[in-house]
Structures are given as structure tokens and as C-alpha cells.
């Protein structure tokens, strides 16, 4: 069983950055490939950012690409997305989630494979 927990959001100006923090719980950090997933409101949930388990492979989605940075801390058990550039329409709430995989270089970026969730972290950018 593996508990994640976000933090990190808040209200920010267009233009502005953030970084959220996801901390994961259990002594296999590295085996899980982790993601962040978003959902504005009124949407689904929407990928947002892939990191494999370690921590070489990533991917985003086209929306947040050359704005958003995925990456891992393995020995602290933490995930991160530094935000940057955001824009009004990064309006959401973020979550964290978390699939073992079993080779580290593995990136998951399906929304029905993720076993595990954050609550979310709420991320408004006033313009």
C-alpha cells in the first residue's frame, strides 16, 4: 500500500510558477513510476506529467510542455512538478499517482493504469 500527499498549491499570477511536492509513503519509492494528472472544473481528469521509476523517463502532455518540469527524489520518497509560465487555464486540481512497474525505465501514462492517489492539491492562476 503506498499513501501519497501533495503539497505546494495555492494562488499565483499569470506568469508566475509553482512547485508542488507529492510524498509518497513505503520503502519501494523507486518502483513506482509516478504521474501527476490535473482536473479543471467542469473537465475530466487529464494527464499532465510522467516520471519512470528512475527517474530518467518522462513525458507531458503538449498543453504544459516547456513550461512544466517533471522530477524525483528517490531518497526522500518525493515527487515534483515545477510549474512555470502558468496561465489561466492551469487552473485545477492536481494529483499525484503512483503504479509499480517492474523495469525503472517504465512510464505510465494512463489514467486507468494508476493504482494509487494523492487528495490533490488546488492550483489557481488569476490573470
Known amino acids: 500500500q503506498v499513501q501519497l500527499v501533495e503539497s505546494g498549491g495555492g494562488l499565483v499570477q499569470a506568469g508566475g510558477s509553482l512547485r508542488l511536492s507529492c510524498a509518497a509513503s513505503g520503502r519501494t519509492f523507486s518502483s513506482y513510476a509516478m504521474d501527476w494528472f490535473r482536473r479543471a472544473p467542469g473537465k475530466e481528469r487529464e494527464f499532465v506529467a510522467a516520471i519512470s521509476g528512475s527517474g530518467r523517463t518522462t513525458s507531458y502532455a503538449d498543453s504544459v510542455k516547456g513550461r512544466f518540469t517533471i522530477s524525483r527524489d528517490n531518497a526522500k520518497n518525493t515527487v515534483y512538478l515545477q510549474m512555470n509560465s502558468l496561465k489561466p487555464e492551469d487552473t485545477a486540481v492536481y494529483y499525484c499517482?503512483?503504479?509499480?512497474?517492474?523495469?525503472?525505465?517504465?512510464?505510465?501514462?494512463?489514467?486507468?493504469?494508476?493504482?494509487?492517489w494523492g487528495q490533490g492539491t488546488q492550483v489557481t492562476v488569476d490573470s
Open positions: 499517482a503512483a503504479v509499480q512497474v517492474p523495469l525503472s525505465t517504465i512510464i505510465v501514462v494512463n489514467l486507468d493504469k494508476m493504482n494509487y
